[in-house]
């Protein structure tokens, strides 16, 4: 009996382990948004728990474009969400389900992505990237994809050969992947439980047609719903919960939405909504490409490359997820993000965002008025 429990619990710490590099995200065409622009949605999830978001200048060979990065990456070298000065977007979140060969020198999605922003003007660009990649890619992942024409895809995507699934061909005009592959092995892979949490939670705005950047960064990032127990815990009065199978996790280190651009409008009106850190306790910030676009406590401009922003809300994680001892890690104290006083660090977020969002928007009317609108 000793023998088995001591399986059943490394059985447990490597579930919890291995699915620490994962990912929730969606794609969302322009018909389902209030404005007719597209939206890119990465709630991510590494063992990285810094980031940092920079602007990279455009070269004589490539284009200028804006991604989150790792704070330890000083060169920049591995874009983990993104996008350039010609509308183009990408992220990634990986898969287990589509590797078929045992190539072992992978995780290369931050390269990959990184010549997609440099070099990528449409989604057939990305397409034709993937096509003349030398082989094998060292990859696992859907790539999800948007731009200035406003068509959006995931490729699911090995060492050899990908899958496309298009977004104009879903019929209610939106597509979410987690970390197993639609083309893959049936029943492996990570997330569906989290990927099921976020179809039931843009139900309602699938119905109504009112997507914003907001429903992802302040409901889905922010949100304890658990799809397979039909169970909402965001505002119960539990004091500790189990960190499992939620879209926010603790290994979760942004929220980012990329909203593209509709019909006639300069790919230069792109904009990133940007939540680092554990996305519960985050503050949005707007990124524009340009100089200057990059509010600087969102860069890496602190020891190690930290980005201050980003520092400030990995604290309060911290305390929220306080217990060391045992298995302590994996249990999120919920009180210090909802109570019944209204001063928990996500109520407060919450309140704080509104303005965030007012004063991003704001941003963006003065600069289709000034300079960017395609007439």
């Known amino acids: 009996m000793k023998v088995l429990g001591y ?31 597209p939206l890119l949605w990465k709630n991510r999830d590494t ?3 810094d980031n940092k978001i920079e602007r990279i200048e455009a070269t004589d060979s490539t284009y200028e474009y804006i991604a989150i990065f790792n704070a330890s990456d000083s060169l920049c070298r591995e874009a983990w969400m993104g996008y350039n000065s010609q509308g183009f977007a990408v992220m990634n979140t990986a898969s287990y389900n589509i590797k078929d060969d045992n190539f072992g020198e992978m995780d290369k999605e931050g390269l990959l992505m990184t010549k997609a922003l440099q070099r990528c003007r449409t989604i057939d660009d990305f397409q034709a990237l993937l096509r003349s990649l ?39 005009g939106v597509l979410t992947r987690s970390n197993y592959s639609y083309s893959g092995r049936e029943g492996e892979g990570y997330g569906y439980i989290r990927e099921q949490n976020a179809i039931d939670l843009i139900e309602e705005h699938i119905t109504n047609n009112n997507f914003t950047p907001a429903v992802f960064t302040e409901k889905l990032s922010r949100t304890f719903y658990h799809s397979k127990l039909n169970t909402d815990f965001t505002h119960s009065d539990a004091e500790w919960i189990i960190d499992q199978d939620f879209i926010p996790r603790r290994t979760s280190t942004a929220t980012i939405v990329i909203e593209g651009v509709a019909q006639g409008e300069s790919p230069y009106l792109t904009m990133m909504w940007v939540g680092l850190g554990y996305p519960p306790c985050s503050s949005i910030r ?54 019944r006083h209204g001063n928990g660090y996500c109520q407060k977020a919450l309140v704080e965002n509104v303005f965030r969002y007012e004063q991003g928007y704001a941003e963006r009317e003065k600069r289709a008025k000034n300079f960017f609108t395609i007439h």
């Open 134 to 172: 030398p082989k094998p890619l060292g990859v696992e992942a859907n790539f999800g994809v948007i731009d200035a024409k406003g068509d959006g895809a995931y490729f699911e995507t090995n060492n050899y050969e990908f899958v496309r699934f298009d977004l104009k061909d879903s019929p209610n």
């Open 286 to 339: 707007a990124v524009w490409l340009g100089e200057g676009g990059v509010p600087k406590e969102l860069c890496g401009i602190g020891v190690g490359g930290h980005s201050p922003l980003c520092d400030l809300t990995v604290k309060k994680k911290h305390e929220v997820f306080s217990l060391k001892r045992g298995s302590g890690k994996y249990y999120l104290n919920l009180q210090l993000l909802y109570n």
């Open 47 to 49: 063992g990285e728990e």
């Open 7 to 37: 399986f059943l619990i490394c059985c447990a710490i490597f579930q919890f382990s291995f699915n620490a590099f994962a990912c929730t995200s969606a794609i969302v065409s322009g018909n389902r948004t209030i404005n007719g622009r």
